[in-house]
């Protein structure tokens, strides 16, 4: 659980292992991009035959009605087959990742304090946003890491009052 800074670096490491699990550690990084909605093929964008329907108006070509499938010559069916197997494939891919973009964002509202889910998550944000205001609100910078080096040391060099109770603890701090 992410309480406060102290636990950055633990639940950080088991974020970047939850995302990795579900492939989408490159898109919390930045270096691959989050999948859009595929557009499904329409029988207008494919070759069609010309040809003469007949309306209760006189005659019209099919440019100016609806396009059908029925409309489209051979090359153009098989051209729309191909692309609605490419619109399938990639509408999955798009469906896996967005499943997998929430699971990761539910993991991260039960595993982070109230306090920092207020502050950070902004619900009509990314998963990206979410994490880089987590990270800069609760992750240690290179400052603070280094004052709380300094300050362990100036502990750990301080005169003995009194031996400690457990001297390899003493010893290994």
């Known amino acids: 659980m ?3 800074p102290e636990n950055w670096d633990a639940w950080n490491k088991r974020f970047k292992g939850e995302a990795m699990r579900r492939d989408i550690l490159d898109i919390i990084n930045g270096t691959k991009v989050f999948r859009t909605f595929p557009k499904m093929p329409e029988p207008k964008d ?9 309306s209760s108006g006189g005659q019209t070509t ?5 396009i059908t499938y ?4 051979e090359a153009g069916k098989s051209n729309i087959q191909f692309a609605f197997t490419v619109y399938k494939a990639e509408k999955e891919l798009y469906v896996a990742e967005k499943e997998a973009l929430d699971k990761l964002q539910t993991w991260m ?3 982070v304090a109230s306090n920092y889910i207020e502050t950070c998550f902004d ?3 990314d998963i990206k946003v979410w994490y880089n205001n987590l990270k800069q609100q609760v992750g240690l910078n ?6 709380e080096l300094i300050n362990a040391y100036k502990r750990a060099i301080r005169p003995l009052a009194k031996t ?4 390899k603890a003493w010893t290994a701090n």
């Open 70 to 73: 029925a409309d489209l010559t």
């Open 123 to 125: 619900y009509d944000k």
């Open 109 to 111: 509202t039960k595993t």
């Open 164 to 167: 400690p109770k457990d001297i």
């Open 46 to 54: 494919f070759q069609t035959q010309v040809q003469t329907r007949s």
């Open 142 to 147: 290179e400052h603070t890491i280094k004052l």
């Open 2 to 4: 992410l309480k406060s």
């Open 62 to 66: 099919s440019s100016q009605c609806d």
